[in-house]
């Protein structure tokens, strides 16, 4: 029997999720399913615990339910802590352990895959929502020279730097941002780019040494066309959702798939 792994949403059916982890079981010899599972919005942790009583061994969790299985989780990593929301799951001898693999995913993608060192670089995160609190742990983890932090609504970054900041943490205004110099690597971990909202950063954040960095993928942005009219580097956030997932694979298998052919794959089927 092969063992249960799923992923959780509402909606759920667009997820990657299936197709990455077969690609990682058949690569890596992995004897396991992995299929999408979608929760009733009020019905979370009914279906996860009927899940775990029909053999479910993991689940990753995507939007809306990642708050909801933080607080699900009987244990949470350190990582999960800090973000206050859980994107992977594992059940053991009556535990469910809670994990956030996100900022994990973008710092390999920018790291490994895109090869841009963010230890000693100025980086400047944009948004102060989950997915930029998901990713605030891990960044400070690779020493940045400096950590900004820009969003709208000024009161919510000084809340996510209160609670997961640390010495190199810096709080910006959009329009203060007119005063600094160009960073070496921009993240945009707000959603404007969902509704193709700009978002009020002056051309000056970049420069040519910049890499770019949008969380979104499957579209390209405004954040991402006015980077490249400035001259930078620019990424979307397909590599961080294959990233995150191989690191919950290792998680959950304790093998660590090859990304680059996954990521490659998905690359291909999205042109
Ligand atoms: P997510 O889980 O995707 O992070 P969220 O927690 O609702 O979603 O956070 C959305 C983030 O995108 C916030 O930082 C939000 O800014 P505010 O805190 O000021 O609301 C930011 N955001 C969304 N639309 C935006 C826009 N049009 N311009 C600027 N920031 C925007």
């Known amino acids: 029997m092969a063992d249960r792994y799923a992923v959780f949403g509402n909606p759920v059916g667009h997820s990657q999720s299936p197709r990455i ?7 890596t010899s992995q004897n396991l399913s992995y299929e999408a599972l979608l929760a ?4 979370f942790a009914d279906h996860v615990r009927t899940f775990i009583a029909r053999g479910g061994c993991g689940a990753n969790v995507t939007v809306p339910f990642k708050e909801e ?27 469910i352990l809670g994990d ?13 895959n895109l090869c841009v060192a963010v230890q000693g670089a100025r980086v400047l ?50 329009t203060e941002l007119r005063a600094q110099p160009a960073f070496d690597v921009v993240i945009n971990a ?10 009020p950063i002056p051309d000056s954040v970049f420069a040519s040494h910049t890499l770019a960095y ?4 499957g579209r390209e942005t405004p954040f991402m066309a006015q980077a490249q009219r400035n001259g930078a580097r620019v990424a979307d956030g397909l590599g961080m959702l294959v990233e995150q997932a191989a690191e919950a694979f290792f998680g959950w298998r304790g093998v660590r798939p090859d990304t680059a052919p996954v990521l490659a794959a998905l690359r291909a089927a999205s042109r």
Do not use: W
């Not at 982890?21 to 690569?27: K, M, R, S, T, V």
């Not at 956030?100 to 490994?112: E, F, H, K, M, P």
């Not at 969003?151 to 640390?166: D, F, H, I, P």
């Open 100 to 112: 956030n693999t996100d900022g994990a995913g973008l710092v390999r993608d920018i790291r490994i």
């Open 125 to 174: 995160l944009l948004g102060a929502g989950g997915a930029a609190r998901g990713t605030m742990l891990p960044l400070l983890g690779e020493r940045p020279a400096q950590l900004t932090i820009a969003n709208r609504t000024r009161a919510k970054a000084e809340t996510l730097c209160s609670q997961v900041g640390a010495g190199n943490t810096a709080i910006c205004d959009f």
């Open 40 to 43: 009733p919005l009020d019905g």
């Open 21 to 27: 982890h077969a690609l990682f079981a058949q690569q």
């Open 69 to 95: 299985a933080f607080r699900l989780a009987t244990q949470l990593t350190p990582r999960a802590q800090a973000a206050g929301a859980v994107n992977t799951l594992s059940f053991t001898e009556g535990q």
């Open 190 to 199: 707000t959603s404007a780019g969902l509704s193709d909202a700009a978002l």
């Open 214 to 217: 949008d969380m979104l993928y």
